[in-house]
């Protein structure tokens, strides 16, 4: 049997790269992270929590039709 999440990423992964999509943005997990996988960028936020040391939220700006990203300490 396979594992159904690797082959899960898979299947999205295949879908982003047809679909030309340049940016995926998940929450929450407890540790902040941003992975490049072919031209798209995977970002998945951390915890939103008082007395979280790295708590932050995610400002997205658009511009000359790129996104660019940037966490926000809270």
């Known amino acids: 049997s396979t594992n159904p999440v690797v082959h899960e990423m898979?299947?999205?992964t295949d879908l982003f790269a047809r679909?030309?999509?340049n940016m995926v943005v998940t929450g929450h997990?407890?540790?902040r992270n941003v992975l490049e996988v072919g031209k798209?960028?995977?970002?998945?936020?951390?915890a939103?929590?008082?007395g979280f040391l790295?708590?932050?939220f995610l400002k997205l700006t658009i511009q000359n039709e790129k996104i660019a990203h940037?966490?926000?300490k809270i």
């Not at 798209?40 to 951390?46: G, K, S």
């Open 54 to 56: 790295e708590a932050s």
């Open 70 to 72: 940037e966490f926000i």
């Open 10 to 12: 898979r299947v999205l």
């Open 19 to 21: 679909y030309d999509v």
């Open 40 to 46: 798209t960028t995977h970002i998945t936020m951390d």
């Open 48 to 50: 939103l929590l008082d």
């Open 29 to 31: 997990d407890h540790i």
